[in-house]
């Protein structure tokens, strides 16, 4: 049984987004303005549709939570969707607009087809990313836990529609800092210009972009994940996690596709004994040596494609009729990377979290406090 599980539930223009997290420790205090905070950050991003400008993501804790304690109960969470008022009668009347052509890359067809329907809405109301503010707000309950263990967690955007960063050889946290400022997370201040550019050139091209970006996270005892089991491994499950990510495409750990180019001798992180510890030269291994975190910042990159809603129609086929059609715009944004990096940051806390109360868990913060009392750093 997961020590540690959540589920979220709710349509991109239905009433609210809902999630349930269950195996929390009793005694961690919730700050709610550190979940509201990270719900913000999220919406924010150069590159956002009409949406963004409705929505005012706020979390309300509906269970599992007394005067802003976790009582060891599942915690209940609740986002309003402020675009529902718009909805609700066609939600009502059974006359929501329908699509009927799959956009090539969206989950569309593969749904319409899975579910046997004739209509795309269905699909497209539980395969939108709205869904991921839920998941943000889980990420901040994670975070919070974690970060009563000294564990960190921050990104960064090094890539947007081709425009690549020159990421400064600066500590990361100094990294986050330039990210947090910057209205495409990107700490290369030059790139960003570039990158807004290539955003505002595709926004009138109505064309979407995708990029890379970082998540990192510091303070990571060793020992997190296991070399034992294929499903325990810390990599394997941090994959799993942002390849869940709507529009991820592909995840990295640590340098791993500059890796697969070079030498041996120039990739594995050689030890050092600092005279009171063990050290290392580099973290090419991204902080994750055989499933398990080595103490070692965790560095994972992921790739977000293209979002696949585009003002510029593409060919597809009218599933009512049988007949070749374009496809038509939805509202959409031109680009979420920036959304997406702190959406990966939710998924690695939360995988991070899960694997920390395996190790260390309890029944409540102070079980977890003395078990974690000896943890190697
Ligand atoms: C999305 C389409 C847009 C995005 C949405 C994801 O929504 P709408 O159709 O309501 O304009 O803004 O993202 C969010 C609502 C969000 O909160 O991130 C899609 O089709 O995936």
């Known amino acids: 049984m997961a020590v540690l599980r959540f589920l979220t539930a709710g349509e991109s223009h239905g009433p609210c987004l809902i999630a349930i997290v269950e195996g929390l420790p009793a005694g961690l205090d919730i700050d709610l303005e550190a979940i509201n905070r990270d719900l913000a950050r999220r919406q924010g991003g150069y590159g956002r549709g009409g949406r963004m400008r409705i929505e005012q993501d706020r979390v309300e804790i509906l269970g ?38 799959p956009r090539p890359g969206h989950a569309d067809y593969a749904g319409m087809l899975k579910y046997g329907l004739d209509d795309a809405r269905p699909i497209l109301e539980r395969a939108s990313a709205r869904e991921t503010a839920a998941r943000v707000a889980v990420g901040a309950l994670a975070k919070l836990l974690l970060s009563s263990f000294g564990i960190l967690i921050g990104s960064y955007v090094v890539e947007i529609g081709g425009v690549v960063a ?4 600066l500590p990361v946290q100094e990294l986050w800092a330039l990210a947090e400022a910057s209205d495409v997370r990107c700490p290369d201040a030059e790139a960003a210009v570039r990158m807004r550019a290539a955003i505002d050139q595709a926004r009138q091209a109505g064309d979407s972009l995708g990029g ?36 991820v495409k592909g995840v990295e750990i640590g340098p791993a596709f500059d890796n697969a180019r070079l030498p041996g001798t120039r990739v ?29 910042p965790i560095e994972v990159r992921a790739a977000m494609k293209p979002i696949p809603t585009t003002l510029t129609p593409l060919r597809s ?18 680009c979420a990377v920036p959304a997406a990096a702190v959406v990966g940051e939710a998924m690695m806390a939360w995988v991070l979290a899960e694997a920390l109360l395996e190790k260390y868990g309890g029944d409540s913060l102070s079980d977890m406090e003395r078990n974690f009392g000896g943890a190697e750093q």
């Open 212 to 247: 890379i970006f970082v998540v990192t996270a510091l303070g990571v005892p060793v020992g997190l994940g296991s070399h034992v089991h294929w499903d325990r491994r810390l990599d394997a499950r941090l994959a799993a996690a942002f390849v869940s990510i709507p529009a």
């Open 166 to 169: 020159a990421i400064p050889e």
């Open 64 to 101: 599992g939570v007394i005067s802003g304690r976790t009582i060891g109960a599942p915690v209940a969470l609740r986002i309003e969707n402020r675009d529902w008022p718009n909805w609700r009668d066609h939600w009502a009347a059974g006359d929501l607009p329908k699509l009927t052509v």
């Open 317 to 334: 086929v009218d599933l009512a009729t049988g007949m070749d059609a374009a496809t038509t715009y939805q509202r959409s944004d031109v």
């Open 268 to 296: 594995h992180d050689e030890f050092v004994w600092t005279g009171t510890h063990v050290s290392r030269l580099s973290n090419r291994a991204g902080g994750i040596e055989g499933g398990i975190s080595n103490g070692q």
